[in-house]
């Protein structure tokens, strides 16, 4: 069983910054990439950021510049620095690991999300 765990999301004022951290868990061999999604009030889930294993990145035009993903392969784990931050910034953030290779399975997890919400 594979298992995401999210972390480091709340509250924070406009230009302010916040870390999100993930942390996959279980068995499995290797992950193929990485990364954080989100989904505000009423609107679809939408791509924020992506890693893949060798360090190959791709932001959403609407954080470039401003987040930062990363990725530590040895512990499994993809962060997301947000800095200046912006009030449409407000959603519930997403941790995916996708091509997750098990042993019976190639396939995608979800987190099960975190609430970042930034005030004006």
């Known amino acids: 069983q594979v298992q995401l765990v999210e972390s480091g999301g709340g509250l924070v004022q406009a230009g302010g910054s916040l870390r999100l951290s993930c942390k996959t868990s279980?068995?499995?061999?290797?992950?193929?990439?990485m990364g954080w999604y989100r989904q505000a009030p009423g609107k679809q889930r939408e791509l924020v950021a992506t890693?893949?294993?060798?360090?190959?990145?791709n932001y959403a035009d609407s954080v470039r510049g401003r987040f930062t993903i990363s990725r530590d392969n040895a512990k499994n784990t993809v962060y997301l620095q947000m800095n200046t931050l912006k009030p449409e910034d407000t959603a519930v953030y997403y941790c995916?690991?996708?091509?997750?290779?098990?042993?019976?399975?190639?396939?995608?997890?979800w987190g099960q999300g975190t609430q970042v919400t930034v005030s004006s």
């Open positions: 890693i893949t294993s060798g360090g190959r990145t």
């Open positions: 995916a690991a996708k091509g997750v290779v098990t042993i019976t399975t190639i396939r995608d997890y």
């Open positions: 279980g068995s499995f061999f290797s992950i193929n990439v």
